[in-house]
């Protein structure tokens, strides 16, 4: 079967019976046509995704550095593949537009949210800037003197150079996504492993992008808490997400007394003596938010002698990191 560019996005069929289906490794289409499928056979989400019942299956078509790949999708009866155990901590996070920090009994963290992304995100956009200049080079008549693309109906040249700089753009838009998918997979995980019960601010994505801008897009916090969100519940775990205008966690301490915090300043530095790095900071006191939307005060300083070494060791961590010169951010540390 031949395949032209444009033509084929996707073909479904209605049960496993009739003119699309999948049997031990073999997609058959219609009467004549045996499609042999390519499965990684060590995965184990696959092998038992297999033993399921198959409802209908389904094949996608998606480009892959230029060419075009076909996936076959299978609908299956039965309940998901667990992969993971619960771990037994009560978890607090507090998600800022780039970082996360994540603090329970045993251990505090504190990281750059998909940093790997950021680096490929440099490189896509230096492939944009060049897709740019050669869309201009090759059609000047249909820029105004200032730059601006003209008006009213155009023909367009693209030139071979140009084409191969898109396919290099499409490709590299697919790797960001892979790429974050993964990160957020591996790092979802890592909490899932720890935790018992998560408790995290909501957060406002409209709110973080006028303070934050573009970076948002780029490491998507949102799509991160949805998975974790997901997975949590999945696992049979549980998800609290608090709304911020109740509990003013960055302007709160466990001394109780509130008070409000440039964003800038990265300390928790109370007149109690209380001193700690901010996110972490927030991260511990979402853990402590009672279902009426407050922090529960007394809990939170009986578990402050022990937490405040947790956290304290995090510190010394980063600093060594920051010695090492591995740390992107700084977290004002
Ligand atoms: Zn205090």
């Given at each position: 079967?031949?395949?032209?560019?444009?033509?084929?996005?996707?073909?479904?069929?209605?049960?496993?019976?009739?003119?699309?289906?999948?049997?031990?490794?073999?997609?058959?289409?219609?009467?004549n046509?045996?499609?042999?499928?390519?499965?990684?056979?060590?995965?184990?989400?696959?092998?038992?995704?297999?033993?399921q019942?198959?409802?209908?299956?389904?094949?996608?078509?998606?480009?892959?550095?230029?060419?075009?790949?076909?996936?076959?999708q299978?609908?299956?009866?039965?309940?998901?593949?667990?992969?993971y155990?619960?771990?037994?901590?009560?978890?607090?996070?507090?998600?800022?537009?780039?970082?996360?920090?994540?603090?329970?009994?045993?251990?505090?963290?504190?990281k750059?949210?998909?940093?790997e992304?950021?680096?490929?995100?440099?490189?896509?956009?230096?492939?944009?800037?060049?897709?740019?200049?050669?869309?201009?080079?090759?059609?000047?008549?249909n820029?105004?003197?200032?730059?601006v693309?003209k008006?009213?109906?155009?023909?367009?040249?693209?030139?071979?150079?140009?084409?191969?700089?898109?396919?290099?753009?499409?490709?590299?838009?697919r790797?960001?996504?892979?790429?974050?998918?993964?990160?957020?997979?591996?790092?979802?995980?890592?909490?899932?492993?720890?935790?018992?019960?998560?408790?995290?601010?909501?957060?406002?994505?409209k709110?973080?992008q006028?303070?934050f801008?573009?970076?948002i897009?780029?490491?998507?916090?949102s799509?991160?808490?949805?998975?974790?969100?997901?997975?949590?519940?999945?696992?049979g775990g549980?998800?609290?997400?608090?709304?911020?205008?109740?509990?003013?966690?960055?302007?709160?301490?466990?001394?109780?007394?509130?008070?409000k915090?440039?964003?800038?300043?990265?300390?928790?530095?109370?007149?109690?003596?209380?001193?700690?790095?901010?996110?972490?900071?927030?991260?511990?006191l979402?853990?402590?938010?009672?279902?009426?939307?407050?922090?529960?005060?007394?809990?939170?300083?009986?578990?402050?002698?022990?937490?405040?070494?947790?956290?304290?060791e995090?510190?010394?961590?980063?600093?060594?990191?920051?010695?090492?010169?591995k740390?992107?951010?700084?977290?004002?540390i």
């Open positions: 079967m031949k395949f032209h560019k444009g033509e084929f996005v996707s073909l479904e069929g209605k049960n496993n019976k009739t003119f699309l289906t999948y049997s031990n490794g073999y997609v058959f289409v219609g009467k046509l045996t499609l042999k499928c390519l499965f990684d056979p060590k995965d184990k989400w696959m092998q038992y995704a297999l033993k019942k198959i409802k209908y299956c389904r094949i996608i078509k998606k480009e892959v550095k230029g060419e075009n790949r076909f996936y076959v299978l609908i299956l009866e039965g309940n998901p593949y667990r992969k155990e619960l771990g037994k901590e009560e978890i607090g996070l507090d998600i800022g537009p780039s970082t996360i920090a994540i603090v329970g009994e045993s251990k505090a963290e504190l750059e949210f998909c940093e992304v950021a680096l490929l995100d440099k490189e896509k956009r230096r492939i944009n800037r060049k897709m740019d200049r050669q869309r201009r080079a090759n059609n000047p008549n820029f105004q003197n200032n730059g693309v008006k009213g109906k155009k023909e367009w040249i693209y030139s071979n150079r140009y084409i191969h700089t898109r396919s290099k753009h499409r490709e590299m838009e790797k960001i996504k892979d790429v974050r998918k993964q990160l957020h997979g591996r790092d979802t995980n890592q909490i899932l492993q720890r935790a018992s019960s998560i408790q995290t601010e909501k957060l406002s994505y709110a973080f006028k303070l801008g573009k970076s897009g780029r490491k998507a916090p799509m991160f808490l949805s998975i974790l969100k997901q997975k949590m519940k999945s696992c549980k998800f609290r997400e608090f709304p911020t205008y109740c509990t003013k966690l960055s302007q709160t301490c466990h001394c109780g007394i509130i008070k915090k440039p964003l800038k300043e990265r300390w928790h530095e109370c007149e109690c003596g209380v001193v700690a790095q901010r996110d972490l900071y927030s991260a511990f979402a853990r402590y938010v009672t279902k009426s939307n407050h922090v529960d005060i007394k809990k939170a300083k009986g578990d402050w002698v022990q937490l405040s070494i947790v956290l304290g995090c510190v010394l961590h980063l600093e060594k990191m920051k010695l090492e010169r740390l992107i951010s700084t977290f004002g």
